[in-house]
């Protein structure tokens, strides 16, 4: 329950290094790894699991085997996923 409040506040997102932050001394290594993870995961391995994902969603839900609530709700959070930099850039132009 902690964990939800706290992000519900944003406290993590705060701490997280910006182009006008300067990163902490020794988070180097730190922060490569955790670029790379981001990389990876938004990369053309991630791109490829969310191809595969639809096309496998997509047939299920043709033949009958997958409700079509859940079918859009997965094919919606591919999205959502890839899209993420995007919406939120439109969030920030709207606010500012």
């Known amino acids: 329950m902690k964990l ?3 992000l519900r506040l944003g406290a993590p997102l705060a701490a997280l290094p910006t182009v006008t932050q300067a990163a902490p001394a020794g ?4 922060l490569n790894a955790v670029t790379w993870m981001r990389d990876t995961l938004m990369g053309e391995v991630a791109s490829g699991v969310a191809v595969v994902a639809v096309a496998v969603v997509g047939f299920l839900m043709l033949t ?3 409700n079509w609530r859940y079918g859009a709700t997965v094919i919606l959070g591919c999205f959502i996923l890839f899209g993420a930099t ?3 850039g439109g969030i920030q ?3 500012g």
């Open 4 to 6: 939800v409040n706290t």
């Open 64 to 66: 009958g085997r997958l």
């Open 86 to 88: 995007t919406i939120v």
């Open 27 to 30: 988070s180097g290594p730190i």
């Open 93 to 95: 132009a709207a606010a």
